[in-house]
C-alpha cells in the first residue's frame, strides 16, 4: 500500500516533469522548417501531445479525488 500511497503523492510532479520535456521537444521540433515528411512529422507529434495531454488531465483528476477521499493517507 505504501508504494501506491507514494506513486500517487508524486504524481503531479512527475506529470510536470513530463510534461515539460514534451513542452521542449514539441518547441524543438515545431522550429524546424522542412519538407512535407517533417510536416508529417510535426502532425503526429501533435496529436501525441493532445493524447499525453488528455492523460494528464485524467491523472490529474484521479490524484484529486484520491487527495480528497484519502487525505489522511497521502499527507
Given amino acids: 500500500m505504501n508504494e501506491v500511497v507514494d506513486i500517487i503523492k508524486h504524481l503531479p510532479t512527475r506529470l510536470g516533469e513530463i510534461a515539460s520535456r514534451m513542452a521542449d521537444f514539441v518547441k524543438e521540433l ?11 512529422v510535426k502532425t503526429i ?25 484519502f487525505d489522511f493517507i497521502l499527507h
Fill in 30 to 40: 515545431f522550429s524546424v522548417e522542412g519538407n512535407s515528411a517533417i510536416e508529417e
Fill in 45 to 69: 507529434v501533435k496529436e501525441v501531445r493532445d493524447f499525453i495531454d488528455g492523460i494528464q488531465t485524467d491523472a490529474l483528476k484521479f490524484y484529486n479525488v484520491c487527495s480528497v477521499d
